[in-house]
């Protein structure tokens, strides 16, 4: 009984182990948890959008400071690297060469002076001589007359009459050479009158040469290291050639040049017609700040876009003009400038988080929640950051639910349980007006003064070539980005 009870035994516990595991075979998964993620509408609000550049400071006015004349630099009168006022004097060359010119002129002068009265006194002369020769043509052609009619009478003979007529037609050539006379001696008036002209033109051109020995400042501003020292021959005159002596910088105001894309371009022109733009009263505001500054502390207006893009770069010129009282903008710096779009309008936009948005080859995305609860790609237009939070110019309305938390989880085409979050903006201080309007022709910053500090008053009138006295000067506005 004991050797049957062994086997059963293990026959029954095989066939309980058999069992158990054909249960657990039959029993399925149970499915994984659904990820959940947290969604949110887009904030649409009201704000000003703001388009960044990098711009380089130009001066308005770069002078060459250089002579009109040539000869030893006498001496100098400014310190180098100090603030000059137009009209101030910078150097003299020797004057007295051209002071010995001035002398000779003022003495052609006065001789040809001297050389018209003797002419007008000529003239009064030789009338006086045509009114006598004119007297005694009368007086003959008198006593022709009588001789005819007494020789009608047989009153005298035929010889007195040829004698009467021979004394009248010698009146006749006398009067003639006395009109000869007053003629010659009008046109030495002329003459003279020419010669003083000319002698007065020459005096004047030799007084301008002396004027030329004294350089003034023709512009206000920064002048810089003096280039010839004392007693050196300065090469005057208007050529290449001519000695530069300094140079002075205007300050204030200032230009900004802001190279654009055409992209760029061809989105300002959307904004309004050709006529619209030719006939503006306003202008586009835009701010600035140095490397080192916080905010955006100065303010400017775009004054100049120029006339066609660039072939070799694409872009187009853009200028920008700004006070500059304390002159701590300096011509050469870069600057970052950040100008509003639509004139500083405040728009309906879109905005969202920044860590929402994934890559996609050329595209950026946003992953959002249909109404089936899967998760679908939504391409989008970005624009830039205002409040923390990041411009959507095109791909959402505001009406999405967009995924803001969780999206590291989830694919294209997941279905997902969803859980509702909010997105709020984080205003920053970044420095720029809450409130921007266009600047009316009124407030235009004008450049014709560019005095440090002074009132600017004027019309912008772009590039300007020129001299003044004592100098040449070759006015600059252009400068590299």
């Known amino acids: 009984m004991k050797s049957r009870s062994v086997p059963f035994l293990f026959s029954l516990l095989v066939?309980?182990?058999?069992?158990?595991?054909?249960?657990?075979?039959?029993?399925?998964?149970?499915?994984?948890?659904?990820?959940?993620?947290?969604?949110?509408?887009?904030?649409?609000?009201?704000?000003?959008?703001?388009?960044?550049?990098?711009g380089r400071l130009v001066a308005v006015e770069a002078v060459d400071i250089q002579a009109q004349v040539s000869g030893p630099l006498l001496s100098t009168h400014f310190a180098e690297g100090e603030i000059v006022e137009k009209g101030d004097l910078l150097a003299v060359i020797d004057p007295r060469p051209f002071e010995v010119a001035v002398s000779k002129s003022q003495a052609s002068v006065r001789v040809a002076e001297a050389n018209l009265e003797r002419s007008k006194a000529q003239l009064l002369q030789v009338k006086a001589q045509q009114n006598q020769a004119v007297s005694a043509e009368k007086f003959a052609k008198t006593r022709?007359?009588?001789?005819?009619?007494?020789?009608?009478t047989n009153s005298i003979a035929r010889e007195l009459v040829d004698e009467r007529e021979s004394e009248f037609a010698q009146a006749q050539a006398q009067t003639q050479g006395a009109n000869a006379n007053v003629i010659a001696a009008e046109s030495e008036i002329i003459n003279s009158e020419a010669s003083i002209l000319s002698a007065k033109a020459e005096l004047e051109n030799a007084q301008l040469d002396l004027d030329y020995t004294r350089i003034e400042a023709p512009i206000s501003g920064r002048i810089s290291r003096l280039q010839v020292s004392k007693g050196n021959l300065i090469q005057g005159g208007s050529s290449n050639d001519g000695t530069v002596i300094t140079t002075i910088v205007a300050l204030d105001p200032v230009y900004v040049h802001i190279e654009a894309s055409e992209q760029e371009l061809l989105k300002y022109l959307r904004q309004s017609t050709f006529e619209e733009r030719l006939?503006?009263?306003?202008?586009?505001?835009?701010?600035?700040?140095?490397?080192?500054?916080?905010?955006?502390?100065?303010?400017?207006?775009?004054?100049?876009a120029e006339n066609r893009v660039d072939q070799?770069?694409?872009?187009?010129?853009?200028?920008?003009?700004?006070?500059?009282?304390?002159?701590?903008?300096?011509?050469?710096?870069?600057?970052?400038?950040?100008?509003p779009r639509n004139q500083g309008a405040r728009t309906p936009t879109v905005l969202i988080p920044d860590e929402v948005i994934s890559a996609d080859l050329a595209m950026r995305i946003v992953l959002v929640v249909g109404e089936d609860n899967v998760i679908y790609p939504q391409p989008v237009t970005l624009g830039p950051i205002v409040d923390g939070l990041r411009v959507v110019r095109t791909g959402l309305t505001?009406?999405?639910?967009?995924?803001?938390?969780?999206?590291?989880?989830?694919?294209?085409?997941?279905?997902?349980?969803?859980?509702?979050?909010?997105?709020?903006?984080?205003?920053?201080?970044?420095?720029?007006?809450?409130?921007?309007?266009?600047?009316?022709?009124?407030?235009?910053?004008?450049?014709?003064?560019?005095i440090p500090g002074a009132q600017q008053v004027g019309l912008i009138d772009g590039s300007q070539k020129g001299s003044q006295k004592g100098s040449q000067m070759d006015s600059q506005t252009g400068g590299d980005e």
């Not at 595991?21 to 399925?28: D, I, L, N, P, R």
């Not at 700004?322 to 400038?337: D, K, R, T």
């Not at 997941?414 to 009316?440: F, K, S, W, Y």
């Open 312 to 339: 070799d770069t694409g872009t187009i010129l853009v200028r920008g003009i700004l006070n500059n009282p304390s002159i701590e903008l300096i011509p050469g710096m870069f600057a970052s400038v950040q100008i």
């Open 144 to 152: 022709l007359d009588n001789a005819q009619l007494a020789f009608e």
């Open 398 to 450: 505001g009406e999405e639910r967009i995924v803001i938390r969780g999206n590291q989880f989830v694919f294209p085409g997941m279905p997902v349980q969803t859980a509702e979050g909010t997105i709020e903006r984080v205003p920053t201080e970044n420095g720029l007006p809450d409130m921007v309007e266009p600047i009316h022709r009124d407030h235009w910053i004008r450049h014709e003064s560019s």
């Open 279 to 304: 006939k503006s009263e306003y202008r586009h505001p835009f701010f600035l700040a140095l490397l080192d500054e916080v905010g955006y502390p100065h303010a400017g207006q775009i004054d100049f």
């Open 15 to 54: 066939s309980t182990a058999a069992l158990v595991g054909c249960s657990k075979q039959a029993e399925a998964p149970p499915p994984p948890p659904m990820t959940t993620v947290t969604v949110a509408n887009p904030l649409v609000a009201e704000v000003i959008e703001w388009d960044r550049y990098t």
